[in-house]
């Protein structure tokens, strides 16, 4: 007695197209979680950067405080040292065009999950009326460059600030 053989999958078959199935799935799933990490410091610097531009327009359009005030000095961002996952706008209403306190602060911004940046405590201060850049109440050097990272990722992003042209660039 001869069987006739039919046609279709063996279990063979379908369990080695599982298998591979299963491999490139994997594959694909841990180069998209790298991806994002990466994608994370780019946001941060892109945030950053979004930030210090802000701070920048609102003291070039003379932007009005709550109480109807322009702060003397201009506008601001604080990169604290202490909180490397936050960055604070602030407006200079003591016109030393640097961080006081509290009572200066406007928002917070919060940076995306583990991107943390480098190089300490800084302020940027944009001063009126041509918003004459300032780090640290200081305008003594050229440019300050504050890099983006995570331990996650081995991608870092530099924005550098340009104290004489007040430009703000993402590399």
Do not use: C, H, W
């Not at 802000?54 to 005030?69: H, I, N, V, Y």
């Not at 995570?150 to 660039?169: E, N, W």
């Amino acid at each position: 007695m001869r069987f006739k053989r039919t046609q279709g999958f063996t279990l063979i078959d379908l369990i080695v197209a599982i298998g591979i199935f299963t491999l490139v799935t994997t594959v694909a799933v841990a180069n998209f979680s790298v991806g994002s990490r990466n994608d994370s410091v780019r946001l941060g610097a892109s945030v950053a950067s979004g930030l210090l531009r802000r701070a920048q327009t609102s003291t070039l359009t003379g932007a009005l405080l709550s109480d109807g005030t322009f702060p003397e000095g201009g506008y601001g961002v604080r990169l604290d040292a202490s909180d490397a996952g936050t960055l604070t706008l602030f407006a200079d209403k003591d016109g030393n065009f640097n961080y006081t306190d509290a009572t200066e602060e406007v928002e917070d911004v919060a940076l995306p999950r583990d991107v943390v940046f480098d190089g300490g405590t800084l302020n940027i201060v944009f001063s009126a009326p041509d918003a004459d850049v300032y780090f640290n109440g200081a305008a003594s050097e050229a440019s300050k460059t504050v890099n983006f990272s995570s331990a996650s990722s081995d991608v870092t992003q530099a924005v550098i600030i340009y104290r004489l042209s007040g430009q703000i660039r993402v590399q």
